[in-house]
């Protein structure tokens, strides 16, 4: 007998190996005596639960909490965990009801610094976890699926957060209130770029014939070999520009919340790389983005005050054309509102602040652009596709789709949903409704399928 390592794709033997060490997906380690004593606990809970349930005549709901939880025990009893173990957390760690959860911030020391990125979009998701959780978690112990106690395998509430963190910087280009309130106003501005340029100008142009003036710009823009992004209100106003720009023969792609993560990165290397030189979409062209090819961001509807056009909102889009030394921003707007003004303000004193250091220090501003190499080699999480290792999960939809037809496809689907449903694996059965949602865009069948 040998251990071979080979291509799966040829069968080529790559090499001869003497042992190799195999891992097992999860790994659970609890002392016999612990295992015990959560066993006698989760029991006791549910003989409670049970009653309770009974008394107030949910008898389908008991019946489905004793089948699920009576199952789990079996399963830590003989082999030490079962699935969904994380759920009985509480018991094993010997917490009381409502006690905070253990986290990884524990195993820090008291002398620590914690550095948030984006905080004005991080800690609005702090903030929101635990309840996000909560809401989730009740519905699945009031119609029994879940004990109680998987209440308490949670997220930190947001105060329990703040008492364990001693020292935060807030990382952000629009600090929200609670940063600076945080901060108690003290603000440290990093202004100055290595690379000397200077924040994009913004120029307030009408919304009459806003459209036949962006084709203008683009062209421009296009003639330099730059890229331009344009921003819209809608899902349907995205749609139709980039409609009616391809008919004009303009390379243009439309980024949308359907696309997953990975085709989002595929599609802003294509844009760097030249594959197409205009992207429309909505609200995606914000945080994060590294995009030295493109030297125009056009806001369509600037003065239509709200969430995606507030002044944190501005800043951010307007923020994508601040890494190229032709970088300009168009508001189109008939009236200036107060985030239009408020971002114009600040990103004037920004310029100035920037074109001063730049003259006494004699620097003059460059754009730092990328080879094709090197911008391939930032972006080869794109080149991952379904089948190989990804940090996504496939859909069945997707892995199918080119092998069968649509009705085919909710057959096999409504099967798999069924069957984790008996086998009481709920969440993958409500991720698989969800897929079948998702292609039919309409909940009825599925509810008749599983009545």
């Known amino acids: 007998e040998k251990i071979y390592s080979f291509n799966t794709l040829t069968g080529e033997i790559i090499e001869e190996m003497p ?95 914690l550095m948030i990125d984006e ?22 112990v009031e119609y029994g ?3 109680p106690s998987a209440l308490d395998n949670r997220p930190l ?3 329990e957060f703040e008492k364990m963190v001693k020292q935060i910087v807030f990382v952000s280009a629009t600090p929200a209130d609670y940063e600076i309130e945080q901060c108690h106003g003290v603000v440290v501005d990093q202004i100055i770029r290595p690379t000397g340029l200077l924040d994009p100008e913004i120029v307030v142009k009408p919304t009459k014939h806003q459209i036949d003036d962006l084709i203008e710009e683009i062209a421009a823009v ?45 599609i802003l290397r294509d844009l760097r790389l030249g594959e ?25 509807d600037a003065d239509k005050e709200g969430f995606l056009r507030s002044e944190r909102s501005l800043m951010q889009v307007s923020g994508r054309a601040a890494r190229n030394i032709n970088g300009n921003v168009i508001f189109y707007g008939d009236n200036i509102t107060k985030s239009m003004a408020k971002v114009i303000e600040e990103v004037n004193r920004r310029r100035k602040i920037q074109f001063d250091y ?50 085919e496809l909710l057959e096999l689907l409504n099967r798999e949903m069924l069957k984790a449903a008996e086998a009481l694996e709920f969440e993958k059965a409500a991720e698989l409704r969800d897929e079948i949602t998702r292609l039919t865009g309409s909940k009825k069948s599925i509810l008749n399928k599983m009545v």
């Open 358 to 407: 730049n003259q006494m220090h004699g620097i003059t501003p460059k754009t730092i652009y990328k080879s094709v190499e090197d911008v391939m080699s930032a972006t080869t999480v794109a080149d991952i596709r379904p089948g190989g290792f990804s940090g996504e999960k496939v859909s069945a939809s997707d892995q199918f789709r080119n092998k069968m037809d649509q009705s």
């Open 157 to 159: 509430k947001f105060n």
């Open 19 to 113: 042992a190799v060490v195999i891992y097992p997906a999860k790994h659970f380690i609890s002392s016999e005596e612990t295992i015990k004593r959560a066993l006698v606990t989760i029991e006791s809970e549910l003989e409670e639960r049970l009653s309770d349930m009974r008394e107030s005549g949910k008898l389908l709901e008991a019946q489905r909490l004793e089948q699920r939880t009576k199952f789990d025990m079996e399963m830590i009893d003989e082999v030490g965990y079962c699935s969904g173990i994380e759920n009985y957390s509480r018991h094993f760690s010997g917490r009381k009801p409502g006690e905070q959860p253990y986290t990884l911030l524990d195993f820090f020391k008291d002398d620590w610094l």
């Open 145 to 147: 699926f879940r004990l």
């Open 276 to 300: 197409f030189d205009v992207l429309v979409g909505i609200n995606l062209l914000r945080e994060g983005l590294d995009l030295p090819e493109v030297s125009l961001v056009a806001i369509l």
């Open 119 to 140: 905080s004005h979009a991080t800690i609005p998701q702090l903030r929101a976890m635990y309840n996000g959780d909560r809401s989730r978690k009740e519905t699945l």
């Open 222 to 266: 296009t003639r330099r070999k730059e890229r331009v992004l344009v921003t819209t209100l809608t899902k349907r106003m995205s749609e139709d520009l980039s409609e009616y720009l391809r008919g004009l023969g303009l390379k243009v792609r439309y980024l949308h919340s359907e696309i997953r993560a990975l085709e989002r990165v595929e």
